[in-house]
């Protein structure tokens, strides 16, 4: 039958580009730069761009304790949660201190060179598969504009949301003592912990603030709110066409224009997984390392939190405590005291020692034997 009297379908096997939505998501939350978001790789799990932007009330999984003002609380700041995540900060055998450092400019220059450059090699990738599409015998517009399509739809989506979703502010004047030393750690699964120090404003703007969509907060006036539903409408819309174009376009294309579509999506899903790499390692590029020191066991890791943040400091009475750090039992209440004044004992022999003074303790004393005259 000819090519050109056959009829089109709505062919469902095109979900096969929706694979990642996932990664994709979280991709979103980590305030991608300008760099990332002019690449010309098709954002994955474009159905994600249909749901409303209420996910930017989430908060991460993850929670912390502050030492300083004895609270726990949710890590809001998702780029952070998502970097420590990513380069295993909080793997086993491992405490991680960075400290959040002003002046890290020639370590946020570097990890900004490497994504400024994969965005120029992704750019010279994507004109290479324009070149293969135009050049191939059985390639036919179909491939062609849905790459070209594809590209533009996610280079302005990416942009659009590069400007519109931003960090909440947090004004200095709603800080108490900002300039005094605050600090927050976090516990891994079983040995690992990171521990984030700077002064109190520093550390709230580095855990307390989530994401928002520009013109949606309660204080902004009715034109800005608006500017942004009309944003997002045009987001949602325009997402959708774009798929049921792709759906409609793909299944009736030539096999070349296929396997280049796949091809392409794939290097979408590869640019994902990079981009959140290089986006949190310039994240914590802009932290001073402190210290990285490997803990055999969880109470190594106690030990070096109690020894760091000493209970007996000023202001800092509680936080053991309300932290729920330590098991209530006597052995750990003995030795949270010990393991400060001793710092040289090795924490696992010392909680040893301090059990056996406890166990001997209960053994019952001998009741000495009159004798006789």
Same mark, same amino acid.
């Given at each position: 039958?000819?090519? #050109?009297?056959?009829?089109?379908?709505?062919?469902?096997?095109?979900?096969?580009?929706?694979?990642?939505?996932?990664?994709?998501?979280?991709?979103?939350?980590?305030?991608?730069?300008?760099?990332?978001?002019?690449?010309?790789?098709?954002?994955?799990?474009?159905?994600?761009? +249909? &749901?409303?932007?209420? /996910? @930017?009330?989430?908060?991460?999984?993850?929670?912390?304790?502050?030492?300083?003002?004895?609270?726990?609380?949710?890590?809001?700041?998702?780029?952070?949660?998502?970097?420590?995540?990513?380069?295993?900060? =909080?793997?086993?055998?491992?405490?991680?201190? @960075?400290?959040?450092?002003?002046?890290?400019?020639? &370590?946020? #220059?570097?990890?900004?060179?490497? =994504?400024?450059?994969?965005?120029?090699?992704?750019?010279?990738?994507?004109?290479?598969?324009?070149?293969?599409?135009?050049?191939?015998?059985?390639?036919? /517009?179909?491939?062609?504009?849905?790459?070209?399509?594809?590209?533009? /739809?996610?280079?302005?989506?990416?942009?659009? %949301?590069?400007?519109?979703?931003?960090?909440?502010?947090?004004?200095?004047?709603?800080?108490?003592?900002?300039?005094?030393?605050?600090?927050?750690?976090?516990?891994?699964?079983?040995? !690992?912990?990171?521990? =984030?120090?700077?002064?109190? +404003?520093?550390?709230?703007?580095?855990?307390?603030?989530?994401?928002?969509?520009?013109?949606? $907060?309660?204080?902004? !006036?009715?034109?800005?709110?608006?500017?942004?539903?009309?944003?997002?409408?045009?987001?949602?819309?325009?997402?959708?066409?774009?798929?049921?174009?792709?759906?409609?376009?793909?299944?009736?294309?030539?096999?070349?224009?296929?396997?280049?579509?796949?091809?392409?999506?794939?290097?979408?899903?590869?640019?994902?997984?990079? !981009?959140?790499?290089?986006?949190?390692?310039?994240?914590?590029?802009? =932290? #001073? $390392?402190?210290?990285?020191?490997?803990?055999?066991? &969880?109470?190594?890791?106690?030990?070096?939190?109690?020894?760091?943040?000493?209970?007996?400091?000023?202001?800092? %009475?509680?936080?053991?405590?309300?932290? !729920?750090?330590?098991?209530?039992? %006597?052995?750990?209440?003995?030795?949270?005291?010990?393991?400060?004044?001793?710092?040289?004992?090795?924490?696992?022999?010392?909680?040893?020692?301090?059990?056996?003074?406890? %166990?001997?303790?209960?053994?019952?004393?001998?009741?000495?034997?009159?004798?006789?005259?």
């Amino acid at each position: 039958m000819d090519d #050109k009297a056959r009829f089109w379908s709505f062919d469902v096997s095109a979900l096969m580009i929706l694979v990642g939505e996932t990664e994709e998501s979280q991709y979103r939350t980590m305030e991608r730069s300008l760099p990332e978001c002019i690449s010309p790789y098709p954002i994955v799990g474009l159905q994600g761009y +249909l &749901r409303s932007y209420e /996910w @930017l009330l989430q908060h991460s999984n993850m929670s912390y304790f502050s030492p300083y003002g004895v609270k726990k609380a949710d890590m809001c700041n998702m780029r952070l949660a998502n970097a420590i995540a990513k380069q295993g900060l =909080l793997d086993d055998g491992l405490v991680t201190v @960075l400290k959040i450092d002003q002046e890290s400019t020639k &370590r946020t #220059k570097r990890s900004k060179t490497y =994504l400024l450059l994969w965005a120029i090699v992704s750019w010279a990738i994507f004109g290479g598969i324009l070149v293969a599409l135009c050049k191939l015998p059985n390639a036919t /517009w179909i491939g062609m504009s849905n790459c070209v399509y594809y590209a533009t /739809w996610s280079f302005m989506v990416r942009v659009i %949301e590069h400007y519109r979703v931003r960090p909440t502010e947090f004004s200095e004047a709603n800080v108490s003592k900002p300039s005094n030393p605050d600090a927050i750690y976090m516990m891994g699964r079983q040995t !690992g912990c990171f521990v =984030l120090e700077g002064s109190r +404003l520093d550390v709230k703007k580095w855990s307390e603030c989530g994401l928002h969509y520009t013109g949606t $907060k309660a204080g902004d !006036g009715d034109w800005s709110k608006r500017i942004a539903k009309l944003w997002q409408r045009f987001t949602r819309v325009g997402s959708l066409l774009l798929l049921l174009f792709i759906f409609t376009t793909i299944p009736n294309g030539t096999t070349v224009d296929q396997i280049i579509f796949i091809v392409y999506n794939i290097l979408g899903q590869a640019n994902v997984l990079l !981009g959140q790499r290089l986006n949190s390692v310039c994240l914590l590029d802009s =932290l #001073k $390392k402190e210290t990285q020191i490997p803990v055999d066991t &969880r109470t190594h890791t106690y030990a070096y939190l109690l020894r760091r943040y000493p209970a007996s400091t000023e202001g800092q %009475e509680d936080w053991v405590g309300a932290s !729920g750090l330590l098991p209530e039992t %006597e052995t750990w209440r003995r030795w949270r005291r010990r393991v400060v004044d001793d710092q040289k004992t090795d924490p696992k022999k010392l909680y040893d020692i301090v059990n056996d003074e406890i %166990e001997a303790e209960k053994q019952p004393v001998p009741v000495p034997q009159p004798t006789g005259n």
